[in-house]
């Protein structure tokens, strides 16, 4: 069941939506924010390892996949698929400052994975805007 935009009590925190994301994908154990420069903003679950240092791999994953888009013409970044032998770690770009890494254990189902983040991708920009100040750098599409 994708996630719901909002409830009848307005949007849903960060915090809730990380936890929601987490809880309802099988093989998920725990997921961080980062800022594309790498820098943390929030985590939750257990994530088993500095979240500092799941961020900067998340910047790190994402910098070389967007590269890659560039290079190859390819267009922007959508997500990385790290798949190792005991897990995944798969980075999604939230907005142009913003990623969402996820740890996962092998028996990720990383179709549902994707289904619940581009569901959920919206509403993630909107409460890291609010709540972090993370958004695109250019809201007010008039002013290009």
Not at 92 to 114: F, M, W
Request: hydrophobic share 40%; net charge negative.
């Amino acid at each position: 069941t994708p996630m719901r935009p909002s409830d009848d009590h307005g949007p849903m925190s960060l915090d809730k939506q990380l936890t929601l994301l987490r809880e309802r994908v099988t093989g998920v154990r725990g997921v961080v924010v980062a800022a594309t420069d790498g820098l943390l903003v929030a985590h939750e679950g257990a994530i088993g390892h500095d979240p500092h240092d799941l961020a900067a791999l998340a910047a790190a994953a994402y910098g070389i996949a967007r590269q890659s888009g560039q290079i190859l013409n390819q267009g922007d970044h959508q997500h990385t698929a790290i798949h190792n032998a005991n897990g995944h770690y798969v980075v999604y770009t939230v907005n142009d400052q913003a990623l969402l890494g996820v740890v996962a254990e092998t028996g990720l189902n990383i179709a549902q994975l994707n289904l619940q983040v581009r569901a959920s991708t919206p509403d993630l920009d909107r409460a890291l805007r609010e709540e972090a100040g993370l958004g695109p750098y250019r809201l007010d599409p008039a002013a290009e």
